[in-house]
Structures are given as structure tokens and as C-alpha cells.
């Protein structure tokens, strides 16, 4: 059971505290048993008729959910190894953005993503998940790594954004995302990007451009945070539902509009309610496109990959 549920899931967390009640009860462990069960079946039933219509607003909030898996979760179940390497080569380490040499299957493969943290020391140290330029840059040299060594590279997108601050946009901000379009869009190996929580603006461009892109099923895609959108459209932040709503932003949305190939299946009620299944899901997806991916030639691949490019907002 989950330790914190949001506010559409009160009803969830009405059955599942009774549970907790029930066993720790005095009562017979037959009555129990029963009694539980029927509980059971009735959380099952309402989770699946209240994540079969969530609102935009709601999928926003659940790929924001404060337990959903981080790329560090990740790395434990969908690698069987894993080496990171450091730093941008030119001012520092960005821990927003984590990297390294993994093992996945049969696949040895350069893997990077973002890493939000979870604790407050860790989410500061993290920075959010928002990176700064140097992360970026670190990103890119994995990239250009995996160029050289004929390693195909797999991301994991879970970004409010880009950090804004001062600092990132003295040091290079947009012409770090922007270098990176470019590298991403012509690098000679395989690219898996897979949107695992929020994919917001360029912070998520910076590493989403590939062959073959994933987003799990609550998972968000869109240009800005539906708070900031709703602060320029309306002046209101506090419309951000509605936002939400025209942002077309869910898995479903970004899928009918041809910006992404697959969306995984996530465990009942989200992926923060069963981590092992839900990397199962990611793993299983990613070594099948890798089978795929690693027989086509690279001209080819980095052709198509263009083409692809160029086909978005197309009608």
C-alpha cells in the first residue's frame, strides 16, 4: 500500500486503511481473511473505474505523484549492471542528469536520465530533476561515448523542465538543449527515449529525440508545466487544470498526434504502486526495440530518424 494518495484516490485509501484496521484487529484470523478479501476485490474494482477516466489534471498529478519511480529506481530493476560516469568535461557534475554504461538483457548500452531525488537532502541535491547546462553537456559526451563505441543509447525523461535560474542561462541554457537536438538528431547508434514521469519543455527534448519513443501510460509530454501555461494564458496559475486540458498532454494525446511510437502499460494505479512491474514493462519494451534497432544500418537508422523528425506538426 501506497504511503500517500492524492486527493481523487481518497476513496482508494478509505478501503485500504480499513485493511490496515482489519489486521491489526483482535479479531478472528478466519473473519479477517474474509473480510480482507472482500476489501481487496473493492479496492481492485474502484481503482480500475477511477484510472479509467482520470482528467488530464489528474494524469498531470499522478506523474507527479511523490512516490512514482525515479530514474535511481529504475536503473536498480530495468539495468543488471550499472557504471556511472561524471561530469560535463568543462565546468561541473550535474546530478539533475545521471549517466553511465548499463548491461540491460544482452544489451550493454549507454543509459541516461534525469533523477528528481527523494528525500529533501536528495531532491536539493538533484536540483528537482531540472538540470543545468553542464547536465545537459554530460549527456551529450555519454552520447557522443556511445557514437564511438557502436552502443545504442536509452534515456529516461522525468523533468519539470530546464532550471531557469541565472546561473544556467549565463553558463549557456538553451544553446546546450539546442546542441544536443543536433547531436541527438544525427548520432550514428540506436536512441531509446522513454518518458517515465513528467516531460516537461526543453529540459525533456534534451534527451527525447530517438529511433523509438516510449511514455508510460501516466506519464506527461508538453511544451510547459500547465501551471506556467495557465500563469501566461490567463494570468492564473490557479487554472491549471484547464491547461491541462488543452495542452493535450497524456500518453494517449502525444500518441494520436505521432510524437511518440508506444505508450507502457503501467500497474494497477500507477506505476508507484508496484515499481517491479512497472520496470518489467520498460525493460521488456526497451530490449524488444533494441533487437529491432541494432539490425537496421546506421545510414538508414540516422535517415529515417530525420525523416521522422521532419514529419512532426505535419499535415
Known amino acids: 500500500?501506497?504511503?500517500?494518495?492524492?486527493?481523487f484516490e481518497q476513496p482508494i485509501a478509505d478501503i485500504e486503511n480499513k485493511i490496515l484496521e482489519l489486521e491489526n484487529s483482535d479479531l478472528d484470523q478466519d473473519q479477517i481473511k474474509q473480510k480482507v478479501i472482500g476489501l481487496n476485490e473493492s479496492a481492485v474494482k474502484l481503482t480500475e473505474k477511477i484510472y479509467s477516466d482520470l482528467s488530464p489534471w489528474q494524469n498531470v498529478q499522478v506523474a507527479r505523484h511523490p512516490e512514482r519511480p525515479h530514474f535511481v529506481d529504475y536503473i536498480e530493476r530495468v539495468t543488471d549492471q550499472f557504471d556511472e560516469l561524471h561530469g560535463d568535461r568543462h565546468f561541473s557534475d550535474d546530478r539533475a542528469v545521471i549517466g553511465g554504461i548499463?548491461?540491460?538483457g544482452d544489451f550493454q548500452v549507454v543509459i541516461i536520465g534525469h533523477e528528481k531525488g527523494r528525500t529533501t537532502e536528495d531532491k536539493i541535491k538533484h536540483n528537482f530533476g531540472m538540470s543545468q547546462p553542464e547536465g545537459y553537456r554530460k549527456a551529450c559526451r555519454l552520447m557522443k561515448l556511445a557514437e564511438r563505441f557502436n552502443l545504442p543509447v536509452v534515456t529516461m525523461i522525468d523533468t519539470p523542465g530546464a532550471y531557469p535560474g541565472i546561473d544556467s542561462e549565463e553558463r549557456g541554457q538553451s544553446e546546450a538543449i539546442a546542441y544536443n537536438l543536433k547531436v541527438m538528431s544525427s548520432l550514428k547508434t540506436p536512441i531509446i527515449a522513454n518518458i517515465v514521469g513528467e516531460g516537461g519543455s526543453g529540459g525533456a527534448l534534451a534527451l527525447g529525440v530517438g529511433d523509438?519513443?516510449?511514455?508510460?501510460?501516466?506519464?506527461?509530454y508538453?511544451?510547459?508545466?500547465?501551471?506556467?501555461?495557465a500563469s501566461i494564458v490567463w494570468r492564473d496559475s490557479e487554472m491549471a487544470d484547464a491547461a491541462a486540458e488543452a495542452m493535450k498532454l497524456s500518453a494517449k494525446n502525444i500518441l494520436e498526434?505521432?510524437?511518440i511510437d508506444e505508450i507502457i502499460k503501467e500497474p494497477l494505479g500507477g506505476a508507484h504502486r508496484n515499481y517491479d512491474q512497472a520496470s518489467l514493462n520498460l525493460k521488456n519494451s526497451i530490449i524488444l526495440n533494441l533487437d529491432r534497432l541494432i539490425q537496421i544500418p546506421l545510414d538508414d537508422l540516422v535517415d529515417k530518424r530525420y525523416e521522422r523528425l521532419m514529419s512532426y506538426g505535419a499535415l
Do not use: F, G, Q
Open 1 to 7: 500500500m501506497v504511503k500517500s494518495y492524492l486527493d
Open 102 to 104: 548499463a548491461r540491460i
Open 212 to 220: 523509438h519513443v516510449n511514455m508510460m501510460e501516466y506519464a506527461t
Open 222 to 229: 508538453s511544451v510547459a508545466s500547465p501551471e506556467a501555461c
Open 257 to 259: 498526434l505521432n510524437l
